[in-house]
């Protein structure tokens, strides 16, 4: 029996993967940026503070107030309601967005 020798290689080279634990597409760049926005206004993250699709609420100051603050405004912004099991699965700007597309595709069928 033989086996494969597997090398590691600088970090540099290697390939950074990324899906949708639930296999659904990524939100569109309008809504990750939209999101983007109302979570630097609720959160009051200082200027010069890079939010970004990867941006984890926890790590911008987001305690669970502030996060269902975050989604009561997502709600209003894109016109969509969003249940409290859903709202509780949300922990980045990108797991929002996804949702919010979720929500008004679902929306507009």
């Keep these: ?3 494969v020798s597997i090398r590691s290689r600088p ?6 993967i990324c899906c949708s634990a639930t296999g659904e597409a990524q939100a569109k760049k309008e809504t990750v ?10 959160l009051a ?14 790590e911008l100051g987001a305690d669970s107030l502030d996060t269902v603050e975050i989604v009561m405004g997502l709600e ?4 969509i309601t969003v249940d409290e099991t859903s709202a509780q699965d949300i922990a980045t700007v990108q797991d929002a ?6 929500l008004v595709t679902e929306k507009t069928a």
Excluded: H, W
């Design 1 to 3: 029996m033989s086996f």
């Design 11 to 16: 970090s540099s080279l290697r390939f950074k």
């Design 33 to 42: 940026d939209k999101v983007c926005m109302i979570v630097k206004k609720q």
């Design 45 to 58: 993250v200082p200027d010069g503070t890079p939010v970004t699709a990867e941006s984890k609420f926890s």
């Design 76 to 79: 209003e912004e894109f016109n």
């Design 97 to 102: 967005a996804d949702l919010i597309e979720k």
